[in-house]
């Protein structure tokens, strides 16, 4: 019988068997636990394929099209979609009619609408009002859900646009711009947008529906070689704005137009359409800083398969395969439609409806009153960089001048005749409308005999005045020394300016108005017509009206001093000769019909240039500047006129009228007299030359020589210098204390003898009137009288003795006589005895000053009409070039003078 397994056998065997179990369970278990990892990465791997493609975008990819019927991954299905549900659910009700509305308020018009609202109507937006911020393309799912969102871009002054697409769907990008380059044109007045066009694919370039714009210069196809030259225009246009428009600190023309009420230059959208390929190196950099600085300054660049990368705004579009697309603008989980192409005799059909509205409104005459501002903006520029202002019209859009640093002086020609008159009232009155009195001064001559600029000054019948002018000159085609003295007066503030900015440690008047923000720095504007009068003749005034213009035209333009010179015809100034420097600085030209190198040498653009027109420079006259503008007519009622007037009642009160300058007027005698100094006694001779109008007077203290003559042949001007001298010295002494010895010695003296006694008598003092037969015995006692006052100083009580016609006493004076008055002449002035007259000639003067006098007993003389030859004698060594000038005389005073002075004979008349 077989022994069963031992006690120990058997716990050896339950031993086993559960370590078996053990094992058996641990491996079920790591089984399991692998299987539900394997589930478990399964299921993640595939939520996350689902969150990453999306749920329409793993129905359309094969690969990933099984995850969403597998059973087992039910699971991750059902979380994906209730994310969605829950992310875009309740979004999906509300989100695209909210984007609807946003887009109808920042795309009005046809850059919103669909296209059969829009399409074949011309757009009426001018840019003086709200611009659209967004421009429709199509419209955006997120997966396949429903309602399609609408999709659009920024482009005009807020982003470049570049847009890449593939093969397969060049065709759909191409269509895609010439759809938004449609909108556009539809959207905006024709001229307000001007598109350019270059393929590097085809010589007429892509969207041929466009074309019909061509045919009055909104569209420009560029040859695909031609790139550079596009890119250099482009440039070129940047730097013009910057340098001519954007002078008064604005930051960019969409700034300046928020502050001037409307648009100044118009939209440039560059569409450059490219193979995918790099760009060359060059061009690549500098389309690099088109974009940069193009938005700015109203250059948009549309890129269509152009690589390049930039640090400016840029929205993007990216297109598929299949024809749809992805924007910057809606992000990748969007999937883009474009709109679908526009037929093309449709496009066709709207592009030559806007060709005909451009063409009719560039033949459309525009008026005056459309240069200046809207009412609100008057006034309200600054002048910080320089001065701007619409001047004309080029088809149809207001065309700027500049007078800035760049450009900082113009020079106006035209034949008489041509319309230079029109051209400078129409400059003054756009920039006065524009700038305030206290950001723009004018000083206006006219040499030519005329009176265009008189009626900035107060007159009459119109009592209004141009609260910029300061100084209005007219009638000046013989004072020349009047034109010299604006220029001296325009060197002596650029050298106040210079020492004030000097004193703040800066260079040009922008800075020193930060620096003196208190300080009154006006920029002023010289604006001098027929200029050439000035340096009409070989003398000393030309000299020096040659050398102050030259300093003022090199050094004004960092003070603000700019000048506007205006002629016929340049070329015959001798003064200029062999002085380029002067007119390198005149950098802006302006040539009206027939003008003659007034413009560069070889361009000739004035030649077929017509009535009312003028060609616009800011390039020194070469002739990639020229641009033709059409100026308005200025001289009809209630143009220039209601400038004044609206300017008058805003600025005028306060302020200081302008001095107006007539050279065809005398200057009245009380007028000048309340501007002789009182710091002693001083006798008023006339007018001088300046741009204060300052009273030129001889001063007669107790000194030795201080004896006044007037030398002129007839007494008509001669009693008038004479009586405002006597009667001026009567008027500024005290009461009383001066006598008035007169002495009428020919019969036309007689009258203006008795009314200076009046004045005498009428100023408190006491006068005496001697005929010709008593002359002799009151000089003689007069003579006498100056011997006891040279040993009795206490004595002396003052003495004008007023001779008419002093060379006619030479019959009646003998021997005794003519001592007595040469005793007079050399020792009566430091007794306080003054002979005050006139000589018919300067030889009969010279005569005279012999044996016992001299020359230099008369300190002072005024000529009248007697040639500078004849005065010789009276100033040895000194040439004198006069010539006789109806109501001009020529002063000089030995005491203040070191040449004579042309001065303007006062008249006696109360009215």
């Excluded at 006034?379 to 900082?408: E, K, Y």
Aim: hydrophobic share 45%; net charge negative; charged share 25%.
């Amino acid at each position: 019988m077989a022994r069963g397994p031992s006690r120990r056998q058997q716990r050896i065997t339950a031993a086993f068997d559960a370590l078996c179990a053990t094992m058996a369970r641990a491996l079920g278990a790591a089984e399991g636990a692998r299987d539900a990892t394997v589930r478990a990465h399964a299921e993640a791997m595939a939520e996350m394929w689902l969150r990453t493609e999306g749920l329409d975008g793993a129905q359309a990819d094969p690969a990933l099209r099984g995850l969403l019927t597998n059973p087992r991954l039910a699971g991750p299905l059902e979380r994906v979609r209730a994310d969605r549900a829950a992310a875009f659910g309740e979004w999906l009700d509300t989100g695209p009619e909210q984007l609807a509305g946003i887009l109808a308020e920042a795309a009005p018009d046809a850059a919103g609408r669909e296209p059969d609202q829009w399409l074949g109507q011309v757009g009426k937006i001018d840019g003086a009002g709200p611009v659209p911020a967004l421009w429709s393309i199509g419209t955006g799912r997120i997966g396949g859900a429903e309602p399609r969102l609408p999709v659009a871009v920024p482009l005009l002054d807020e982003s470049h646009l570049q847009i890449t697409s593939t093969h397969d769907s060049r065709a759909r990008a191409e269509a895609l711009v010439e759809n938004l380059l449609l909108r556009v044109m539809s959207s905006f007045r024709p001229g307000v947008v001007h598109l350019h066009v270059w393929d590097v694919g085809q010589f007429t370039g892509s969207m041929p529906g466009l074309y019909p714009l061509t045919r009055t210069g909104l569209l420009t196809v560029h040859d695909p070689s031609m790139l550079a030259q596009l890119l250099e225009e482009l440039s070129d246009r940047i730097r013009r704005v910057h340098t001519r428009v954007l002078v008064d600190g604005h930051p960019s023309l969409r700034a300046m137009a928020e502050t001037a009420g409307g648009r100044t230059e118009p939209w440039v959208v560059a569409v450059l359409v490219g193979n995918r390929a790099a760009l060359k190196d060059d061009e690549h950099r500098q389309l690099q800083r088109v974009a940069r600085g193009g938005l700015a300054c109203g250059v948009q660049l549309v890129l269509l398969d152009v690589p390049m990368t930039v640090n400016a705004p840029v929205e993007t579009i990216r297109f598929d395969d299949s024809g749809t697309a992805s924007t910057s603008m809606t992000g990748q989980y969007v999937t883009v439609e474009p709109d679908p192409p526009l037929p093309t005799t449709e496009v066709t059909r709207a592009c030559h409806a806007i060709a005909d509205e451009h063409e009719r409104w560039r033949s459309r005459i525009g008026t005056f009153a459309d240069l200046l501002p809207s009412p609100a903006q008057w006034g309200g520029m600054r002048s910080v960089s320089g001065l701007h202002a619409p001047i004309g019209f080029a088809d149809g859009l207001p065309v700027q001048m500049a007078l800035a640093d760049s450009a900082p002086h113009a020079l106006i020609g035209g034949p008489s005749g041509s319309g230079k008159t029109n051209l400078l009232l129409t400059m003054i009155s756009s920039m006065a409308a524009r700038y305030g009195p206290d950001e723009l001064e004018f000083y206006l001559l006219d040499f030519k005999e005329g009176v265009s600029f008189a009626q900035f000054a107060p007159g009459r019948r119109d009592l209004t005045w141009l609260p910029h002018a300061r100084l209005v000159g007219v009638n000046i085609n013989t004072d020349r020394e009047f034109g010299l003295a604006l220029l001296q007066f325009l060197s002596d503030e650029m050298r106040r300016r210079a020492e004030a900015a000097k004193s703040h440690e800066v260079t040009k008047l922008e800075e020193l108005r930060e620096a003196d923000p208190d300080g009154r720095w006006p920029r002023i504007v010289a604006v001098v017509d027929e200029f050439q009068y000035l340096f009409a003749e070989r003398d000393a005034v030309t000299r020096q009206a040659t050398l102050l213009l030259e300093d003022v035209a090199r050094r004004g333009r960092s003070q603000g001093i700019h000048l506007v010179l205006a002629s016929q015809d340049v070329s015959g100034i001798e003064a200029f000769w062999g002085r380029p420097a002067i007119f390198e600085q005149f950098v802006l030209r302006i040539a009206l019909p027939r003008a003659r190198r007034v413009l560069a040498e070889l361009n000739d653009a004035t030649l077929g240039l017509p009535r009312w027109h003028a060609v616009l420079n800011h390039e020194s006259g070469i002739s990639h500047g020229n641009e033709v503008v059409r100026i308005p007519d200025a001289t009809g009622k209630g143009s220039v006129d209601e400038v004044q007037r609206t300017l008058h009642e805003t600025y005028a009160e306060g302020r200081a009228e302008p001095r107006l300058f007539d050279g065809s007027r005398s200057p009245r005698f009380a007028d000048l007299l309340a501007g002789l100094p009182e710091d002693g006694p001083n006798a008023l001779v006339g007018q001088c030359i300046d741009v204060a109008g300052s009273a030129a007077a001889v001063a007669l203290p107790d000194a030795p020589g201080r004896n006044l003559a007037v030398f002129a042949s007839v007494g008509r001007e001669a009693v008038r210098v004479l009586g405002a001298a006597a009667a001026s010295l009567a008027g500024r002494h005290p009461r009383g204390e001066l006598d008035v010895v007169i002495a009428p010695l020919v019969a036309e003296a007689a009258e203006p003898a008795r009314r200076l006694a009046e004045r005498v008598v009428a100023a408190g003092q006491r006068a005496e009137t001697v005929a010709l037969d008593g002359l002799r015995a009151r000089v003689v006692a007069l003579a006498g009288d100056v011997g006891d006052r040279l040993g009795d100083a206490a004595a002396r009580r003052p003495v004008a003795v007023v001779l008419y016609a002093a060379d006619a006493a030479d019959t009646v004076l003998e021997r005794e006589g003519t001592e007595a008055l040469r005793k007079l002449l050399r020792f009566g002035p430091e007794t306080g005895v003054h002979v005050l007259g006139w000589w018919r000639s300067p030889a009969r003067l010279k005569a005279l000053l012999t044996m016992g006098a001299s020359p230099d007993d008369v300190g002072a003389w005024v000529a009248l009409d007697v040639q500078g030859s004849e005065l010789q004698p009276l100033v040895p060594g000194m040439m004198i070039p006069w010539s006789p000038r109806p109501g001009r005389a020529l002063l000089f005073d030995r005491a203040q003078h070191a040449q004579p002075e042309v001065v303007i004979v006062p008249s006696l008349e109360e009215t």
